[in-house]
T-cell receptor, first 111, second 114 residues
Framework: KQEVTQIPAALSVPEGENLVLNCSFTDSAIYNLQWFRQDPGKGLTSLLLIQSSQREQTSGRLNASLDKSSGRSTLYIAASQPGDSATYLC??????????FGTGTRLQVFP | EAGVAQSPRYKIIEKRQSVAFWCNPI?????LYWYQQILGQGPKLLIQFQNNGVVDDSQLPKDRFSAERLKGVDSTLKIQPAKLEDSAVYLC????????????FGPGTRLLVL
């Protein structure tokens, strides 16, 4: 059974810092991995999707990497801003065609 | 392009009452998902539709939860009767096709069962 873990559970950093969010999964047989952002009271917004054959994806200040063999992904946020404050969720899709989510990392960036 | 619409946004009911949630996916999206997100946890898939057929409902508590997607567009999720542990945010998502496509999420319905 696929399990997804995210570390840390919460993170508070000053504006301008570069930071790394971690995601690990127990079953390496995945189709893809996706990082989402969730703002309070709102749904999820997809940030990056990495196919199993890819090693990383970039969008603006965000970079996500995938090491399928070790069951790990990282989301790198460069030059963090207060507007980045949100909960970040990673989710993996395996051969059951189902998205399995982690519990998220709650990020606060203060001015 | 309009996003995924959900209503109501908030609902408070007493235990043993019934409640229904509505979702309108993005136009043309064949696949529709209902997730349950309990506070402090990631979303958990309850049911997945492909057009108007059920693809996966393995985690749907069928003794109290039901869902339908008539005509392959809008969908409703019903809880009858509700329990305290059903308090959660219910998220609807849609994607163009199955599998490798990005899912687009609605704002969710926050349910509180007293």
């Amino acid at each position: 059974k696929q399990e997804v873990t995210q570390i840390p559970a919460a993170l508070s950093v000053p504006e301008g810092e570069n930071l790394v969010l971690n995601c690990s999964f127990t079953d390496s047989a995945i189709y893809n991995l996706q990082w989402f952002r969730q703002d309070p009271g709102k749904g999820l917004t997809s940030l990056l999707l990495i196919q199993s054959s890819q090693r990383e994806q970039t969008s603006g200040r965000l970079n996500a990497s995938l090491d399928k063999s070790s069951g790990r992904s990282t989301l790198y946020i460069a030059a963090s801003q207060p507007g980045d404050s949100a909960t970040y969720l990673c989710a993996v899709r395996g051969n059951t065609d189902k998205l399995i989510f982690g519990t998220g990392t709650r990020l606060q960036v203060f001015p | 392009e309009a996003g995924v619409a959900q209503s109501p946004r908030y609902k408070i009911i007493e235990k043993r009452q019934s409640v229904a949630f509505w979702c309108n996916p993005i136009s043309g999206h064949a696949t529709l998902y209902w997730y349950q997100q309990i506070l402090g946890q990631g979303p958990k898939l309850l049911i997945q539709f492909q057009n108007n057929g059920v693809v996966d409902d393995s985690q749907l508590p069928k003794d109290r939860f039901s869902a339908e997607r008539l005509k392959g567009v809008d969908s409703t999720l019903k809880i009858q009767p509700a329990k305290l542990e059903d308090s959660a945010v219910y998220l609807c998502a849609s994607s163009l096709v199955r599998s490798q496509e990005t899912q687009y999420f609605g704002p969710g319905t926050r349910l509180l069962v007293l």
